[in-house]
């Protein structure tokens, strides 16, 4: 496949790029930013700069108010350092007006670090906003009759790390949920008040490597229940809700997906990264597949059907910030014929996804149906040692799925079968394994290609080396090639164990379906990267008629689609299949 790929150097910014379905071309006069911004200057990137970008529903007089008379219904809401913009968004058919915001705010002492408008009370004269900061405290406001202001966690008395990511509860019209740096999630409920004295916790689920618990209160109030995810500490990155809005998603420091039915609060999916953390995640429009990035430079394909990943990217020369599916850019099976709204998900063929990365580059990737459904392919040796925990199929342990029959849960997800393998990832002809060894900790084959037999002794005499090319958790200053253990390895003599916090070891899941080797699954390469930005892009959104990207110049630029693209209907979507190019 031929990739459009450019060098990297600082001077060729690209303000346009050709995909099959034409040229995507930058709209320089639909450039969104501070005001008081005078091009470009070295060093003067924001880490979190993020977009939202909301539609109103339209007013019976020809333009919500704040919309200057140009009748649009757009918003846009960007942050910087410590500023927040929100402005009338004319997209790719008008210039952007600096000078008139909907709304501005500057703060002392903290910063905004992201942010979400309410889709669900939105009217043609009113939006709830929900901003969380840098230090823990999270706002709400209504940019536009600018009567609503509330403040959560002000004190900092539940949270008092960083809001990582911040979303509306799907279909609620008043629960947000908030992720920290501390490795926990909130839910609030915009109608209550918080404490004035720190919440006191009472268990109410536990799980593999997550709990959750409620408030020690006499009356109701925020936050309605916390999650802590992964390892102590460990910062959640981001999460999101499938289209449907049953499943959530999270992403974390720790290297994990962790994918959980909302309602039930059960994990029934997880995946791990190659190296280093997960950043960020998303969901096909289908539901079917959830989509991570990180530290590893790698887009990572993960099944919901399967509970397996199913492939990886590989374009990116830095840490990916944004990974976003393009809805409007699909082919179907039958492209002669009309495909019932109900049953367009069943027939997709092919998916655009889109990612952004601390390279400064735009990748498009396609996704299609002979690298999402390749032939099963069972691996002649044994990934984990006689006395390692056994995974289901589903990457979470505890529980294995029969041999020759596929299990439901009781939440209706149904677990994939492997053929040939076990559920601790061995195949089915194996011979069990001998007990009673004194050496009783979980090794691993970690070679790529052609396993090797290898005696004990010299296994644990070259772990270390073997595993030099991994890094688990930790989160570096910059972008290095050099990765290495998140925790040493205990003296030799008793053999190599690596102790988490939650007591289970994250190489186990090495060579298993929720982590295979990088030889283990398709590869694929980008349809386009290019370089976009002079800073580390931070904001990836794909509409109808154009897409948008920030960097952390605080710069939102707008990029309009090929015009045959979308003709007609706004939501039309391509029926022409889109096949790989040799």
Known sequence: MAVQSDSGGKDDVKTQFVTREGTYRLMTLSEYSRPNRVGYTSGS??????????????????????????????????????????????????????????DKK??????????????????????????????????????????????????????????TCIKWVPGSSNLFISAHASGQLYVY??????????????????????????CRTKSTRNPLYRWVIGAEGSCINEFSFSPCGTNL???????????????TMELIGRARSYFGGFLCVCWSPDGKY???????????????????????????????????????????????????????????????????SQDTQLCLWDLTEDVLRPPVRVRASAHLSPNSQGFSPNGVPGTKAPAKCTKTNKIGHKHAELSGVTA????????????GKANNVATLNISVGKAKEESSGS??????????????????????????????????????????????????LIGTPSCPRFDECPVLEPLVCKKVAHERLTALLFRAEYLVTACADGCVNTWARPARAH????????????????
């Open 45 to 102: 990137g924001s880490t979190h700069v993020r977009v939202s970008l909301v539609s109103l529903p339209p007013g019976t007089g020809g333009g919500a108010p704040g919309s200057d008379g140009q009748g649009s219904d757009d918003r846009i809401c960007f942050n910087h350092g410590k500023e927040l913009y929100v402005y009338v968004y004319r997209g790719v058919k008008k210039a952007a007006d600096l000078t008139k915001p909907v």
């Open 106 to 163: 500057m703060y002392k002492g903290t910063n905004p670090t992201c942010h979400d408008f309410n889709t669900i009370t939105m009217t043609p004269e009113s939006v709830s906003l929900v901003i969380g900061f840098s230090t823990g405290q999270i706002q709400l406001i209504d940019p536009i009759k600018k009567e609503l202001s509330k403040l959560y966690n002000e004190e900092r008395l539940i949270d008092k790390t960083r809001v």
């Open 189 to 214: 409920n915009e109608e209550l008040t918080c404490g004035t004295t720190s919440p006191h916790y009472q268990l109410f689920k536990q799980g593999e490597s997550y709990s959750i618990h409620t």
């Open 249 to 263: 998603a999270v992403v974390s420091q720790d290297g994990f997906l962790r994918v959980f039915h909302y309602d």
């Open 290 to 356: 959830v989509v991570v990035g990180g530290e590893d430079d790698l887009v990572t394909v993960w099944s919901f059907s399967e509970r397996r990943v199913v492939a990886r990217g590989q374009g990116h020369r830095s840490w990916v910030s944004v990974v976003a599916f393009d809805p409007y850019v699909v082919s179907f099976a039958d492209p002669e014929h009309e495909v019932e709204e109900d049953k367009k998900s069943e027939s997709v063929q092919c998916y655009r996804l889109g990612s952004v």
């Open 424 to 435: 601790a990832g061995e195949p089915s002809g194996a011979k069990p394994p001998a007990k």
């Open 459 to 508: 296994l644990g005499a070259n772990f270390t080396q073997r595993l030099a090319g991994f890094s688990f958790g930790e989160r570096r200053s910059e972008h290095r090639r050099n990765f290495s253990l998140a925790r040493p390895a205990e003296k030799a003599g008793a053999g190599v164990a690596l102790r988490r916090a939650d007591g289970h070891d994250p190489l186990r």
């Open 567 to 582: 003709n007609g209907d706004a939501r039309r979507r391509d029926r022409e299949r889109l096949d790989l190019v040799d």
